[in-house]
């Protein structure tokens, strides 16, 4: 069974707009990691941000949002003020248990589109 | 820049043959992964070594074989390629020793674009 799953193969957003991006996930772990990633044509898996299960506020970085909804095993990743340079694919990933040196297991990815 | 170095950036190669991925953590970084990322795909893991023993194994090959050295340095040996293997490969650390807390997030290098002919 698929661990992560992202339904959005691709999206277009307006310039100066905010997307979201949707992201599920399964576990019977109860501390966990949740884990978004960038991909830029060029192909560099950039870090954007991180929610622990344990979290109990929502994470934020810059113009990077991650809206957490733990009951519906959902961790969505919001990104205002659309730039062009935010084309590129997305990842959402999780790690499992209490260990931070463990293996991520990624979704399928976003292709995110933005339009000026 | 990650701090996570992987040759060759690019290697075409034919059918049938053998290829060596190399990979370089960070400093300090015990644990290494091993993706591929096929056409279009997400990330596939295939494979974990932490202080030179392997910890988590994934859809790895039988024809594919990981190792890490005393310094911590890692090879992925992929054999008999087939056309299927093209793909991007990449390779993660993390778990720095410093004990600095950290989240776990993995710190990838900029893969290495393998193409079987």
């Known amino acids: 069974a698929q661990k992560i799953t992202q339904t959005q193969p691709g999206m277009f957003v307006q310039e100066k707009e905010a997307v979201t991006l949707d992201c599920t996930y399964d576990t019977s772990d109860q501390s966990y990691g949740l884990f978004w990633y960038k991909q830029p044509s060029s192909g560099e898996m950039i870090f954007l941000i991180y929610?622990?299960?344990?979290?109990?506020q929502n994470a934020t970085e810059g113009r990077y949002s991650l809206n957490f909804q733990k009951a519906r095993k959902s961790a969505n990743l919001v990104i205002s003020a659309s730039q062009l340079g935010d084309s590129a694919m997305y990842f959402c990933a999780m790690r499992e248990g209490i260990s931070n040196d463990y293996k991520l297991s990624f979704g399928a990815g976003t292709t995110v589109t933005v339009r000026a | 820049d990650s701090g996570v170095t992987q040759t060759p950036k690019h290697l075409i190669t034919a059918t049938g043959q053998r290829v060596t991925l190399r990979c370089s953590p960070r400093s300090g970084d015990l644990s290494v992964y091993w993706y591929q990322q096929s056409l279009d795909q997400g990330l596939q893991f295939l494979i974990q070594?932490?202080?030179?023993?392997?910890?988590a194994k994934g859809n790895i090959l039988e024809r594919f074989s990981a190792q890490q050295f005393p310094d911590l340095h890692s090879e992925l040996n992929l054999s008999s390629l087939e056309l299927g293997d093209s793909a991007l490969y990449f390779c993660a650390s993390s778990g720095r020793t410093s004990g600095v807390s950290n989240t776990g997030e993995l710190f990838f290098g900029e893969g290495s674009r393998l193409t079987v002919l």
């Open positions: 070594y932490y202080n030179g023993e392997e910890r």
């Open positions: 929610q622990g299960s344990y979290d109990e």
